[in-house]
């Protein structure tokens, strides 16, 4: 520059000075922005709780535009509405009014549903403010208002309130940050969606196995409750349990949360809820209930959840086999505090609990198969040692029956006949002939211990009372003459109640039954003691018991003392007393219950079902009962005694009587007769015969007469042989030792319309 020049200072002018303030303040401005992206970029990169993040980005957003307060709402999409998640500047509370913002409405909902932003510098007269009198009391100017949105999807809403107006680079600013922050919301919402679903993974793998390892219904439901209310947002929880055909919920089971709290108004455990007065009546039809205001819901359920403090209830359908059979319900104290994951959750909570109690139910219905099984094994191995005992016996019940015949038939005889006895003496005699016939009915059924009730003899009504002082009787030289000889005295005592019910039975076997009892008792009492019959009628029943206090049985004796071939008493023993007492009483529709403590006796209870029956007809006094019609009898038997007494018998009632000594000389007896035009009116023959049986000589009668009555006499104890269908040339079946009514009444009924 030469010397002497000076340079000189320019003014700006006016318009200069204005483009250079324009330049400072966009600088100012792009600063401003650049600072406000910056911060709120760092925030949502710091990352943290969904509140706190959103929390540091509403005070930037205040701090950096210049607002009063500001505040960010997120979307709940099930609910379609806007829940408020930060608040900053003057008003840091997340709750009141607008703390849920239906979408459409206010501002903020206005907002929302429209999907665009907005401003306004006269908020207190804007149409949409609920409150202007609050506006215009702390001096709300302006409201800026903008929409998080991320590809057309709604994530939430933030807004900034102002006491000066806002300018439009307001909006820019929220605009600016508007994506980045709807993409860390969304960001978040997936992380925490992911650990929610960690979680309940986690708690579902838990409960799963938990469950798995019960195999209880109790324990199942105490293990899910306590899972359910530790590890999840669940205020109360309880499972009910459906009845079907009442219609109604009960509250079987609560959570530890349920079982502290008192003074539950209505529904208690254990109580029945109608299933139409039941929040949960949705569950019965299979379908998950979701109640997300329990005091908008006028049930009895919903009003005790009120009650309780609770605001939203969750019920859940429990299935097993495809039917609905319980409910799950878990409870929060917050409204509608349950979201769609938690629902899903749930959901498949009840599914996995189902399947549990399915599977509990599958190994009951197994462990009660096996016992079925083990049952039917163990009902099945009886009957084959009582088939072989009827097999061991076959070969002597026929022989037994024929030593028996006489026994039975001359006593009877003797009855009928001689006038003369003592009182003494036809007691003893009738003692005798009571106890042949009741040996032939034992022998009888030998081979069928257990035979289906419909082949046993015809039940009648009999007075338990009467069986108890004839078994007393009979049985008396086991309990008193025997034990007195070696000085032990054993005593007998009756408690019978009058005017007992009848019952419908055998006497003759249930007077076996007692007096088998009874000589168990006298075993029992190896020192004397006292045993005691008693009767009594309680309901539909007739007890009778034969108690004794004797040396008693401990718990394993009791459990077998009624299986065949089981003895205590050694090869003193057959361990037939006991079992055929149960068959007996068996055969009669009773029970038998043993009670038995070592060192204190036992009790046998027999309980018979009480007959609607007449009292039994006066026992018919022995006598001779002279036909209606006389005959020419052909008696066959190849025993000589059975022939004496058949002979005696038939004789004594007026008939003729022609006797063979076997199959082969009946048959030549019968032709002699026929030749001499003197035939039989009616043959009697012995079933068991060498050479020819009965069944060969009926089948040769029936060929040469067919008109001819035969009657099988069968000492096979209730049977024809082997083959349990009477023979089919024999017109009627006796069954030795024949008594004098049987005899008659088979010749009577066999010679009906045969002429004479």
């Not at 609905?324 to 769609?340: E, I």
């Not at 005798?432 to 082949?455: C, K, M, N, V, W």
Request: glycine share 8%; proline share 4%.
């Amino acid at each position: 520059m030469p010397v002497g020049i000076r340079k000189r200072k320019r003014t700006l002018n006016a318009g200069e000075i204005a483009d250079f303030e324009k330049v400072k303040e966009e600088l100012r401005h792009q600063a401003c922005m650049a600072n406000l992206r910056a911060e709120v970029s760092l925030a949502l990169a710091r990352g943290g709780a969904l509140r706190q993040m959103l929390q540091t980005c509403a005070e930037v957003m205040v701090r950096h535009l210049d607002a009063a307060f500001g505040r960010i709402w997120t979307l709940n999409a099930d609910q379609n509405v806007l829940e408020l998640q930060a608040s900053a500047g003057l008003y840091t509370h997340l709750d009141g009014a607008h703390s849920r913002i239906p979408l459409g409405q206010f501002k903020v909902g206005r907002i929302a549903s429209d999907r665009v932003p907005h401003l306004t510098n006269d908020f207190p007269n804007d149409p949409l403010v609920t409150d202007p009198e609050w506006a215009r009391r702390e001096g709300m100017m302006a409201f800026a208002g903008y929409p998080l949105l991320l590809e057309d999807r709604l994530i939430g809403v933030m807004a900034l309130f102002a006491r000066q107006k806002f300018t439009e680079e307001v909006l820019e600013g929220l605009a600016s940050v508007a994506a980045g922050l709807a993409q860390g919301i969304e960001r978040k919402h997936a992380e925490e969606d992911a650990k929610r679903q960690l979680v309940h993974v986690i708690l579902l793998n838990e409960i799963a196995r938990n469950v798995a390892e019960r195999l209880d219904l109790d324990s199942i439901f105490q293990v899910v409750l306590k899972r359910l209310e530790d590890q999840m947002p669940v205020d109360l929880s309880s499972v009910s349990l459906y009845d079907e055909p009442k219609g109604t919920l009960t509250v079987m089971h609560w959570g530890p949360k349920g079982q502290s709290l008192a003074g539950i108004p209505a529904s208690p455990e254990g109580a029945g809820l109608p299933i139409e007065q039941s929040l949960a009546e949705g569950c019965i039809h299979g379908e998950l209930v979701y109640v997300p205001d329990c005091s908008k819901v006028d049930t009895a359920d919903a009003r005790v959840a009120v009650a309780a403090g609770m605001g939203c209830v969750l019920a859940m359908p429990l299935f097993t086999q495809e039917k609905v059979f319980g409910v799950l319900r878990v409870l929060r104290r917050s409204v509608d505090g349950f979201g769609r994951s938690d629902r899903e959750f749930f959901r498949m909570v009840s599914e996995h609990v189902s399947l549990a109690i399915h599977q509990t139910s599958l190994y009951r219905d197994l462990q009660r198969a096996y016992h079925e099984v083990q049952q039917t094994q163990q009902v099945a191995m009886q009957k084959e040692r009582l088939n072989a005992l009827g097999q061991m016996a076959s070969g002597i019940v026929h022989d037994i029956n024929n030593a028996l015949s006489p026994i039975v038939g001359f006593s009877e005889l003797l009855l009928a006949r001689e006038k003369n006895l003592s009182e003494a003496g036809k007691r003893q005699l009738q003692n005798i002939h009571t106890s042949g016939q009741d040996i032939g009915r034992i022998i009888a059924r030998l081979r069928s211990f257990y035979l289906p009730r419909e082949l046993q003899a015809a039940h009648k009504p009999v007075h338990l009372n009467q069986l108890v002082a004839q078994a007393i009787d009979l049985t008396s030289a086991r309990w008193k003459e025997i034990p007195q000889e070696r000085g032990i005295v054993i005593q007998v005592k009756t408690e019978l109640e009058k005017s007992l019910p009848l019952v419908m039975g055998d006497e003759a076997e249930i007077r076996e039954a007692l007096a088998n009892v009874i000589f168990n008792s006298v075993d029992a009492l190896p020192r004397g003691g006292t045993i005691w019959a008693r009767t009594r009628s309680a309901g539909d029943q007739v007890i009778l018991e034969i108690v004794d206090d004797g040396i008693g049985m401990d718990e394993s004796t009791r459990r077998h003392c009624l299986e065949p071939f089981f003895t205590t008493k050694g090869e003193k023993g057959t361990g037939l007393g006991l079992a055929m007492v149960f068959g007996i009483v068996q055969r009669h529709s009773g029970v038998v219950q043993v009670e038995s403590e070592l060192g204190k006796g036992t009790t046998l209870r027999f309980l018979f079902p009480k007959k609607d029956a007449r009292p039994p007809a006066a026992e018919s006094q022995h006598r001779v009962r002279r036909p209606a019609r006389l005959l020419s009898i052909l008696c066959i038997d190849d025993e000589a005694r059975v022939r004496e007494m058949l002979r005696d018998m038939l004789e004594s009632q007026g008939h003729t009587v022609t006797v063979a000594e076997d199959g082969q000389a009946g048959l030549a007896a019968f032709m002699d007769a026929r030749r001499i035009a003197r035939p039989f009116d009616v043959v009697l023959t012995d079933l068991g015969m060498p050479y020819v049986s009965g069944r060969d000589v009926a089948r040769a009668v029936k060929k040469v007469s067919s008109n001819t009555p035969v009657i099988i006499l069968t000492g096979w104890g209730g049977r024809t042989g082997e083959d349990p269908a009477p023979p089919a040339d024999v017109d009627r079946v006796l069954y030795k030792p024949p008594k004098f009514e049987d005899l008659a009444q088979a010749l009577e009924e066999a010679t009906r319309g045969t002429g004479g």
